[in-house]
């Protein structure tokens, strides 16, 4: 089995052997959300500490995808990703039989150090799978595996721990990553040729061009917004839309539905046309954000433009995945999507920062989503200015893809 992109018009099966670990990942980076209670009652801290372990993880993802990115760069990338999941899942288990606190945090940092590698790899192993107008749709394929855990897998694991206890749900996510390694090793083909060692210095000069470091920052901005909105949708439901506790779920339903549909868009719009799309995907998340703040009052509005979140945010992932895959070139790209996954977690981090510096100093709730909307009307900026900067270099940049090809 070798890894020669298909001209079908079906995508290959081995893409979705990513979505399922992508699904497996996605699940324990969110589950911890709806199992802070029973973990800090058992574990006797603060919810405030047991929050931490969110940010933790994020920031093992933003430390770690960089890091783990070079030192597996000469690696066969099937094994990488089957080595990811082991990683994965023993970090799960370790999570499962965590004694204490500082225990659960090292595992969970640990867990996440598989995270942005898996999906820098498996976005460029998901490319070579396929042709070259589909290169967008292969990612936003393997991506949904990220947008089915938030929509089922979160849900499911918080009910899991509700009544068997918390442990139960990292016990089941391990059991996921068991399932995910199988699958993995069994449909991805091996690379079809031996990689040729590409030199640190080659790879980070590739990264650090400026249309790959625009990239980045246009995903931080963009998530930025999201979360700055997004940490705080269930105080805002309660609190400002008057909706009982009992329907947030249920408008959380609403949100992962609208994910998996943004997701797949956005793959459809890069492919037709790369640049183009992360204007318009990140010019309409700005737009639903704003919106957001006008609507916030009205219950059906709010569950409408909730959905609608979610379409938009993630219709500008495979937009900015691509960007930076394409404008990386060879010898960076397995670097730069590692990076930019990392730079979806800054921006998260970011934004849950904003949005309480918001509640704290600049008029609570009800300005969230104006603050939300200015940061990511500037990535609209950024992503006009790095379009406008590629094109006096496109047609050399054309010819010297093609020189690699």
Not at 306 to 334: C, E, I, N, Y
Not at 382 to 393: D, G, M
């Amino acid at each position: 089995m070798s890894s020669k992109p298909s001209t079908s018009t079906r995508m290959p099966l081995a893409l979705y052997a990513l979505t399922a670990g992508a699904f497996g990942i996605g699940t324990t980076e969110f589950v911890i959300m709806g199992l802070l209670t029973q973990v800090a009652a058992d574990l006797q801290v603060s919810i405030a500490a047991a929050g931490l372990l969110i940010s933790g993880y994020a920031l093992g993802v933003f430390v770690g995808a960089p890091l783990l990115t070079i030192a597996t760069g000469r690696l066969p990338r099937k094994a990488v990703l089957v080595g990811l999941m082991v990683v994965f899942t023993l970090g799960n288990l370790a999570c499962a039989l965590a004694p204490d606190y500082g225990w659960l945090m090292a595992a969970r940092v640990i867990t996440s150090l598989a995270h942005g590698t898996f999906f820098g790899v498996g976005a460029v192993v998901a490319t070579s799978l396929v042709a070259e107008d589909r290169k967008a749709s292969a990612i936003s394929v393997m991506f949904t595996g990220l947008t089915v855990a938030t929509l089922l897998g979160v849900p499911a694991g918080a009910w899991l721990g509700l009544e068997y206890g918390w442990r139960s749900t990292f016990w089941a996510v391990a059991a996921i990553g068991v399932l995910a390694t199988v699958i993995i090793a069994t449909l991805v083909p091996k690379d079809a040729e031996a990689r040729t060692p590409i030199p640190i210095k080659r790879e980070l000069a590739a990264v650090m061009q400026p249309q790959v470091l625009l990239g980045l920052l246009m995903t931080v901005l963009g998530f930025a917004g999201v979360f700055t909105v997004y940490t705080y949708i269930q105080p805002i439901l309660l609190q400002v839309t008057g909706l009982a506790e009992t329907a947030v779920s249920g408008v959380l339903l609403v949100f992962g539905m609208g994910m998996i549909i943004g997701n797949l868009l956005g793959g459809r719009l890069a492919d037709r046309r790369p640049a183009g799309s992360l204007v318009v995907t990140l010019g309409v998340l700005a737009l639903v954000l704003a919106a957001i703040g006008l609507v916030m009052r009205s219950p059906v509005a709010m569950i409408a433009f909730t959905g609608l979140l979610g379409v938009a945010a993630f219709a500008t992932v495979s937009p900015m995945q691509l960007w930076v895959l394409q404008k990386a070139g060879a010898a960076g790209r397995t670097l730069a999507s590692s990076l930019n996954i990392g730079a979806f977690n800054l921006g998260n981090a970011l934004g849950a920062w904003l949005g309480g510096m918001v509640l704290v100093h600049a008029g609570g709730l009800t300005h969230v989503s104006w603050a939300a909307a200015l940061v990511t009307l500037a990535g609209v900026g950024v992503a006009v200015i790095a379009i406008r900067l590629a094109r006096p270099a496109r047609k050399g940049a054309d010819i010297a893809l093609c020189a690699e090809g």
